[in-house]
């Protein structure tokens, strides 16, 4: 994006892409939405926390126990 504080999914077109369909491992559970972001002042650091997350099961499960425990995710 170029823009500092922009959160990633306003960065990058993953989003829309499930949405649209385009991804068939996703299509049948349309639509998706945003339930949880970060800001970083650069791309680089939002990449290394994405690979992080994606890498990492314990940090993905305690971002999603604490958007259960706020009553975010039904």
């Not at 999914?9 to 939405?33: D, E, I, M």
């Not at 940090?59 to 999603?64: G, L, N, V």
């Amino acid at each position: 994006c170029g823009q500092p504080k922009l959160p990633a999914f306003l960065c990058f077109p993953p989003l829309k892409t499930h949405n649209n369909g385009a991804v068939r491992s996703t299509k049948p559970f349309r639509p998706w939405r945003v339930g949880y972001t970060e800001e970083y002042s650069t791309r680089t650091e939002a990449r290394r926390r994405e690979l992080f997350l994606k890498r990492t099961a314990r940090a993905r499960k305690d971002i999603f126990d604490s958007i259960s425990d706020e009553g975010l995710i039904v």
